[in-house]
């Protein structure tokens, strides 16, 4: 379709556009259109550019294409600052080590934990090796995000560490056992 | 259950926590990531002087091969033969040691030499750490992208009440807020990609161990193989390969494909064999691959194309991470989008510092990484300019010099001015010294297409420095933010 991208550019400015009048003006009708323009604007990618490409393309423009609005929306802001004292850093060595081990959960246990459930969870999709793998390779940055989370959002990370360890060591039976 | 309280507090206290151990490797990572977007246009602007074209004839790649051969007899477990339709409008012929360019004639020319691009490319995939360990810790960084996005979402009730709202001025405090907000929630779906597959090239090896301990004894090739086709077993009596049959086989069978590369696996050994790479229209699969023998036998079209899904989707994951897909404009697009990233990155430590209810060092010290970076790249590529294997020096010595120097800041409105200034400065010394280098090459594309960008971008930012002393009521009231104590003076 030889014009797709155009129309595909001027879909996704459409629909950026008509959520904008619907932000600014509160109405539903130009939301639900400016959703719809940008999902038929991503179609239209794809018509242009294949499902790859256009897919990429029709999920990423949107982000550059409402700034068009946004300028509009700036408002310049006066206002004085409060002043804040200047402090010394000082050493607190339980906080350190706290810290320390949120560093560690964070980028060591949840890297191991996330990994070792997702390929024990891969490892049963009715589908080909490759695509198991490819799933799995998927899962894991998105199992570890949410994991890593859920540990932040709780106030006792003794549950979500003790739920990432059973479910990390539930998996490596599975595997390396069962 | 009230969403704020229950949902969004605990959220932001997540991505609070997240981005405290995060963000200044974070940074790092995007800012050299998105610099790295152009890393084939910086190959070129390296060596300016370098003939370009798009066209090549078999006979000079024959006799670039012979000629290469004859010079290097040295074993190699590779030759390769780079066309100029991969990217770089330029014939290189290369071992696995040194790099030729190659005239029109089959001659061959200048060595390769592109370190300071080297150099950025492996900040960006290792932070110049040993590179197994440094690989994992920036793709663990892609996992840590993806909790941020899902806790930012989380943390953000008023997303659509504040889907338009752009404050600026005033203490800094609302515009960093909405630069924030702004930035990473209409681009959620590249931060998501880039945290898929960020996260794959250093968490494949620990993937591919696990699945190898658990269902191969042990065999990681094994696991590889099932993924990428695994190397032909052939064997030839001894003769140079016959790349220009094979050449035109490909010419002929996928004309609409783009060589990319042409490998002779175990060159000069009975099991040498050619692969040529062929990048594919409109698909994100790094390239359908075909093999020959040493006659230019096609021994097997490898089937990237059209194999397994799961096959398909991994050999994507190059292009869609590093946006090199569909030329210039995938390049542009990732680099505004990177640039965007790179910029949330750094507004959530600003957030976080200013609703702090003191100042300390740390006030000065994340200014300074944010410019800091930046400048460090320029400087090194100045470095480079005169001393190529200095380049990493440069980056690392300039990094941590802005950084300890800042430590004596006492105005951080101030330390802020004269961190885009040295950027500045930088740039312009950049752009003369490559003048003095490169003398005539410098008004080739391969030197203004980079020069031109960065002397603009030096000039914005120093409108942006005019802009500040031009409202000066404006920014006093700012300063009593970072006029210092009386407390750290005595």
């Known amino acids: ?178 | 259950m009230k969403f704020s309280q229950d949902i969004a507090k605990p959220a932001l206290n997540a991505h609070s926590l997240l981005g405290l151990v995060a963000s200044a490797i974070m940074y790092l990572i995007c800012l050299s990531g998105t610099v790295a977007v152009f890393h084939q246009e910086f190959e070129r602007w390296e060596q300016p002087q370098i003939e370009e074209t798009d066209t090549f004839s078999i006979a000079q790649l024959e006799r670039a091969y012979r000629t290469f051969d004859r010079r290097y007899p040295e074993p190699t477990d590779h030759m390769h033969i780079v066309f100029p339709t991969s990217g770089i409008p330029r014939v290189v012929m290369e071992n696995d040691h040194v790099a030729h360019f190659v005239y029109a004639d089959g001659q061959l020319g200048e060595t390769e030499s592109s370190d300071w691009t080297k150099m950025l490319v492996d900040f960006h995939l290792y932070l110049h750490l040993p590179k197994s360990f440094g690989m994992i810790l920036v793709s663990a960084f892609g996992a840590l992208l993806c909790a941020f996005v899902i806790s930012g979402l989380l943390a953000h009730p008023r997303i659509i009440k504040d889907a338009f709202r752009f404050r600026t001025g005033g203490t800094g405090l609302q515009q960093n807020i909405d630069l924030h907000n702004r930035f990473s929630v209409w681009a959620t779906p590249f931060h998501l990609m880039m945290g898929v597959t960020g996260a794959y090239f250093g968490l494949a090896g620990v993937f591919i161990l696990v699945i190898s301990s658990a269902f191969y004894a042990g065999d990681r090739q094994a696991v590889v193989d099932q993924v990428f086709a695994p190397e032909p077993s052939v064997s030839h009596p001894l003769k140079t390969p016959d790349i220009g049959r094979a050449i035109e086989y490909v010419q002929a069978n996928d004309p609409q494909g783009e060589l990319i590369f042409l490998t002779v696996h175990e060159p000069r050994t009975e099991g040498q064999f050619i692969e040529i790479y062929v990048k594919q229209p409109e698909r994100l699969i790094y390239s359908e691959n075909y093999r020959f023998d040493v006659n230019g036998e096609l021994i097997e079209r490898v089937g990237y194309r059209d194999g397994a899904l799961g096959s398909q989707v991994i050999y994507s994951l190059y292009r869609l991470h590093f946006g090199d897909f569909a030329g210039v404009p995938s390049k542009l697009l990732y680099f505004v989008l990177g640039m965007m990233l790179t910029a949330i990155s750094a507004t959530g430590i600003n957030i976080w510092l200013a609703k702090r209810k003191s100042r300390d060092l740390l006030n000065v010290l994340w200014p300074a990484l944010v410019w800091g970076a930046p400048t460090g790249l320029v400087f090194s590529a100045l470095v480079g300019l005169f001393a190529q294997s200095l380049a990493v020096w440069g980056l690392w010595v300039s990094i941590v010099s802005i950084l300890a120097l800042s430590c004596r800041a006492i105005d951080e409105h101030l330390l802020l001015t004269r961190l885009k200034k040295a950027l500045v400065v930088s740039i312009v010394l950049l752009v003369a010294g490559y003048l003095v280098v490169h003398g005539r090459a410098t008004l080739s594309l391969a030197a203004l297409q980079i020069n031109l960008p960065l002397l603009a971008i030096s000039g914005l930012i120093w409108l942006s420095i005019s802009g500040q002393k031009r409202h000066p009521e404006k920014n006093k009231e700012n300063q009593n933010v970072f006029i210092a104590n009386e407390n750290r003076l005595q």
């Open chain 1, 1 to 178: 379709m030889p014009y797709a991208i155009t129309l595909a550019v001027l879909t996704g400015l459409a629909g950026c556009a008509s959520l904008y009048v619907s932000w600014k003006k509160d109405n539903t009708i130009a939301g639900w259109s400016g959703w719809l323009m940008i999902t038929a604007s991503v179609w239209l990618w794809v018509l242009g550019q294949g499902i790859e490409y256009g897919l990429v393309a029709g999920l990423s423009l949107p982000a550059l294409f409402v700034w068009l609005f946004i300028v509009n929306e700036r408002k310049v802001q006066g206002g004085k600052a409060p002043h804040k004292p200047f402090g010394s850093w000082r050493w607190q060595g339980r906080k350190v080590l706290a810290n320390t081990g949120h560093v560690l959960f964070l980028l060591l246990v949840l890297m191991l934990a996330s990994t070792l459930i997702t390929v024990a969870l891969v490892h049963y999709l009715p589908v080909s090796e490759p695509t198991q793998m490819a799933a799995g390779i998927i899962l894991v940055p998105l199992l570890w995000g949410g994991l890593a989370v859920w540990y932040g959002m709780a106030e006792r990370k003794r549950g979500p560490l003790i739920s990432t360890l059973v479910g990390a060591l539930v998996s490596g039976i599975v595997l390396f056992v069962v």
